[in-house]
């Protein structure tokens, strides 16, 4: 891609993800351009979602405009300037306000890798639209909550787990096309890691969600447990909350141990591609950690793994990736095989 649009694109990675462009930049150099964009566009689409100062026609509409010109089947530039006038913060402004630049370089992949993208994201979009639909018109007072796991499953599915398909689809591409694997507990491996991911960002975000009027965790589960949506916006109900809560953090854990296995089954040579897997679970893990131990209903404390942590766990995964014995024990796997079965990109077409 031309030099002004790479630096362009890689400063916006930068300013909207701290964490996934750590990630990124550890990517090897065949699949990071793909990866990071999917990215981007997937960050473009959410940040359209989320704009809850205009009307949802408005927002649907405009989704519905970029989904067809991410799928080639709609041209014609977008006018998002209304939407990138409402954002407060400014890199999402600097996201809409460059989404021609990402969308023209699409046309500089590959048909396979293309492909690839365009999957990822409609499957993301087709999320984000649900999730638009589902919440239309919730508030901290009238609260709108999933209505059971099987929802649970199929939302961290089409935002998060279809992602592990996607960047599995690249490595498998481009960089480790003749490793011998299992690839059925591969991808399902890959899927609960995406999903893992995205459960750990739900049970850190829950109390900012539900004063949006958002409950991701089902209301089949509160109910059986003599508990509303409304009950968890005091923190002194997480005693009665927290058992419930608990099995989501065990399932959580049990999604990013499975993408820990999954890790280990890449080629030990890719050592990027490893250490590029390891930095979310590490993380994801210490979150799981620390939410097990505060009130994790309380709006003021939000569990945040600081930027000193995050080094230390950084440099701790490079100081033991000589050492398989120590490397394989950053992470304490108990049942990496619990869990729902694993929904993938079929049970939803």
């Not at 481009?174 to 011998?180: E, K, Q």
């Not at 030990?268 to 950690?289: D, H, K, N, S, Y």
């Amino acid at each position: 891609m031309p030099a002004t649009t790479d630096a362009t694109l890689t400063r916006l990675l930068k300013e909207t993800s701290r964490s996934f462009y750590l990630t990124l930049r550890m990517l090897p150099r065949k699949v990071r351009p793909q990866i990071g964009l999917a990215y981007l566009l997937a960050r473009t689409t959410d940040t359209i979602a989320d704009t809850g100062l205009l009307p949802l026609e408005d927002r649907q509409r405009a989704l519905e405009k970029l989904r067809g010109r991410i799928l080639g089947t709609a041209s014609g530039s977008l006018d998002l300037g209304e939407l990138a006038r409402r954002q407060g913060q400014p890199a999402e402004r600097a996201l809409l306000e460059n989404c021609e630049a990402s969308l023209a370089e699409l046309h500089r992949l590959t048909p396979p890798d293309l492909g690839h993208v365009r999957r990822v994201l409609e499957l993301i979009i087709s999320g984000q639209e649900l999730d638009l639909r589902r919440f239309h018109g919730a508030t901290a007072e009238q609260i709108v909550a999933l209505r059971s796991d099987a929802e649970l499953d199929d939302y961290t599915y089409r935002v998060a787990g279809c992602v592990g398909e996607f960047w599995t689809a690249m490595c498998r591409t481009h960089l480790f096309p003749n490793a011998s694997l299992d690839e059925s507990r591969f991808l399902a491996d890959a899927i609960r890691f995406g999903k893992g991911l995205q459960l750990v960002n739900i049970l850190r975000d829950l109390p900012a969600d539900l004063r949006q009027g958002r409950c991701y965790l089902p209301l089949e589960k509160l109910t059986a447990a003599g508990l509303c949506p409304a009950d968890l916006l005091q923190p002194a109900n997480e005693t009665r909350f927290r058992p419930l809560y608990g099995g989501y953090l065990d399932l959580a854990e049990s999604h990013l141990e499975a993408g820990w296995r999954y890790t280990n089954d890449i080629p030990w040579t890719q050592v990027r591609v490893r250490l590029a897997c390891a930095w979310p679970i590490l993380i994801g893990l210490e979150t799981l950690r620390r939410l097990r131990l505060e009130n994790f209903l309380d709006p003021q404390r939000r569990v945040k793994v600081s930027r000193a942590e995050v080094r230390r766990l950084i440099c701790k995964s490079l100081l033991y990736y000589p050492w398989p014995g120590a490397w394989r024990g950053l992470v304490s796997t108990k049942s990496a095989t619990a869990g729902k079965p694993v929904a993938s990109r079929a049970d939803f077409t």
